[in-house]
């Protein structure tokens, strides 16, 4: 096992959008591959580091409820939770980011910047921070699996 889950198919999703459109900075608790079939992507991703998610997070069931919607003291670069947002979604504006209301972002692992091109595909593992935006019209599948 490499560590990247039973290889039981958990959900799909495709994406139409057009030039410029973004998925704030957040995380997916599976693993997952990002496919591009038109257009141009960039990714930024965030590798794991010890700060980077919560104890609340790792000591709960993803996918409940009662973790979905509780609220936590934030004390992570990402500031996700922070006024009552959800646990794996940043408030940040990673591109104009407001170092005064977030100061911790400063302390953010330095991101490794991927642009996918049609016929590309980016595995994202599970818990890595990432950031997306479309720098064309753009169509892409997520697979996620367990």
């Known amino acids: 096992s490499y560590g990247i889950g039973h290889g039981k198919l958990y959900h799909t999703m495709i994406w139409f959008g057009p030039k410029g459109c973004v998925s704030p900075l957040h995380y997916d608790p599976l693993d997952n591959l990002l496919i591009q079939f038109v257009g141009r992507k960039r990714i930024l991703l965030y590798p794991p580091s010890k700060s980077s998610s919560s104890s609340f ?13 509780k609220s936590e003291q934030v004390s992570s670069w990402h500031y996700a939770g922070y006024n009552k947002t959800q646990y794996n979604t940043s408030p940040i504006d ?19 910047e991927c642009i996918l091109y049609p016929g590309d595909i980016l595995f994202i593992p599970q818990r890595w921070w990432h950031h997306v935006r479309s720098l064309d019209t753009s169509i892409s599948v997520n697979v996620w699996w367990r």
Do not use: C, L, M, R
């Open 57 to 69: 997070i790792e000591d709960h069931d993803i996918f409940s409820q009662e973790a979905y919607g």
């Open 94 to 112: 990673i591109e104009k980011p407001d170092y005064q209301t977030y100061p911790d972002f400063a302390n953010a692992p330095v991101p490794i």
